[in-house]
């Protein structure tokens, strides 16, 4: 399996007028298609920071790439111009972010919102675009997609909002996909159901996938590889299997311990 | 596009609500009343005004109002100096007034908005430029600005309309810049960034129409100001040509007479005073209305 986005000591420093704050110390990784790699850590580990890196998302400034190359199918992503990477962006690495409740536009229709990627990336007409975002949202499991379509964000639950979000990621049949935190503000009926959706998706269209979030128990549910981070840095990655059983790190062990079971200690 | 019914049965109930809030307050019903008498009034000015504003007629200058001891029925506010007939004059005056209110608030808020979506949403170097910008032309006094460009550049609508349009985009640009302060860190324009969305478009689709409400009730507060600044200008000679009728000139005029012959003066002065004061309940109302917490239980 040849990786198709590689991180290699990647350094992201964020350059506040209070000082330099190193959110990306020298993190590697890489994930390749049909494969899921889950990140995990505490708040303020790097994770997301890491993830936002893979599109230049960090808000510049204060974020600086201090070193270290992420390759996208053998291009370098830093390297990039501004053009090129919006040319990335929802096309080849789509995203989906924690709080389906904030991440759409609250004044636009989600239908509107959704064929917005298509136009933008495929140059399709109105129409065309209309039809595709139907498609994806009824791929993202909502029923009656039409209805749907011509509402507002705020008329929509947290579990319908995040599918939307999940079908204006994949509308554009991107290769990477990435997660941050995707069921986080859902309760656990409607985790279970978008995990489930993702990984299906997966499954149809091949695509990599990276998790980034901080529940075990959906790691254990989904992911091939892992990866435990820590202050910026990378504790400790390998198979999920491998990972659980035998944590080679104390602070993964802890990790592990934190995580509530159902059986009796 | 065809299946889709034209707005969701929520937004639509939602709006009702808004409507029902306005049609609730009876003084925001009166000042909205007014202020569509007023458009209908300068609209139509030659059709509805008794007499051609211009028009003298010496024998009935100085004429009282109808109801006062020497009035005539056929001017109902009076007459000026120059046996003007002053309804009409105000009817004609009120093209102008809501004209150069209307204008110079929509000139300045393309300006401020502009300026406010570029300082808050790239910030750093071009935003500390534009807000210094702005505290000078906040420091510098407007109505002298106003006064030093026309008089250069000559009087005229066009110009008096430019001149308050230019001086008047700070309060837009601070308000719209705070706004997108706090709108640029939501999610859904850091997704917008990630499905590939460029600046400008952010800007554009994403950002002003989320502006658009604290930009609408400046924007009210604005033509009130600016027809109250109109009528300074051309009360002090420097605003609209002597030809052209005014409010500011009308009240220029009859402050001469303000001792034998109230009238002349103070029916314009009223006009101005009801128009501006309409025109801020409209916006207070709007500003309450745009806020959808207002008057959803």
Known sequence: MSALLEIEDLRVEFRLDTGTVTAVDGVSLHVGEGETLAVVGESGSGKTATALSVLRLNPEPPCVYAGGRIRLDGRDVLGMSAAQLRRVRGNEVAMVFQDPMTSLNPLKRV???????????????????????????????????????????????????????????????????????????????????????????????????????????????VADRVVVMRHGRIVETGDVLDVFERPGQDYTRELLRATPRLERA | MTAVP??????????????????????????????????????????????????????????????????????????????????????????????????????????????????????????RVLMRLADVQLAFPSILL?????????????????????????????????????????????EARAIGVGDVTIMRRHLLPNVMAPLATVGTLHVAAAIVAEASLSYLGLGVPKQTVTWGGMLSDGQLYLGTAWWVAVFPGLALMITALSVNITGDVLRDVADPKAYRS
């Not at chain 1, 159901?193 to 959906?218: E, K, N, P, S, Y």
């Not at chain 2, 209307?102 to 071009?126: E, M, Q, S, T």
């Not at chain 2, 000559?154 to 309309?161: M, Q």
Request: avoid cysteine.
């Open chain 1, 111 to 221: 239908g509107a919102q959704i064929a917005e990627v298509v136009r933008r990336h495929q140059g399709a007409g109105r129409a065309q675009a209309r039809e595709a975002a139907l498609a994806a949202l009824g791929e993202a499991g909502i029923p009656d997609p039409r209805r749907r379509a011509g509402q507002y964000p705020h008329q929509l639950s947290g579990g319908l909002r995040q599918r939307v979000m999940i079908a204006m990621a994949l509308v554009g049949r991107p290769r990477v996909l990435i997660a941050d935190e995707p069921t986080t503000a859902l309760d656990v009926t409607v985790q279970a159901q978008i995990l489930d959706l993702l990984v299906d998706l997966q499954r149809r269209h091949g695509m990599a996938i990276v998790l980034i979030t901080h529940d075990l128990g959906v790691v254990a549910e």
């Open chain 2, 146 to 190: 106003a006064l030093a460009i026309v008089g250069f550049l000559g009087s005229g609508l066009w110009y008096v309309i430019g001149v308050l349009g230019f001086t008047g985009w700070v309060s837009y640009a601070r308000v719209v810049r705070s706004e997108v302060l706090s709108l640029r860190t939501r999610e859904f324009v850091t």
């Open chain 2, 6 to 127: 034209a707005t969701p049965a929520p937004a639509r109930a939602a709006r009702a609500g808004a409507l029902r809030a306005v049609l609730r307050n009876k003084l925001a019903l009166v000042a909205i009343s007014v202020l569509a008498v007023m458009v209908v009034l300068a609209v139509f000015a030659p059709l509805i005004a008794p007499y051609d504003p211009a028009a003298q007629d010496l024998l009935v200058r100085l004429r009282p109002p109808a109801w006062a001891a020497g009035g005539d029925a056929a001017h109902p506010l009076g007459t000026d100096q120059l046996g003007r007939d002053i309804l009409s004059r105000l009817i004609h005056g009120a093209r102008v007034s809501l004209l150069v209110g209307a204008a110079a608030a929509l000139l300045a808020g393309v300006i401020g908005a502009i300026v406010g979506l570029v300082a808050g949403f790239v910030g750093g170097w071009p935003d």
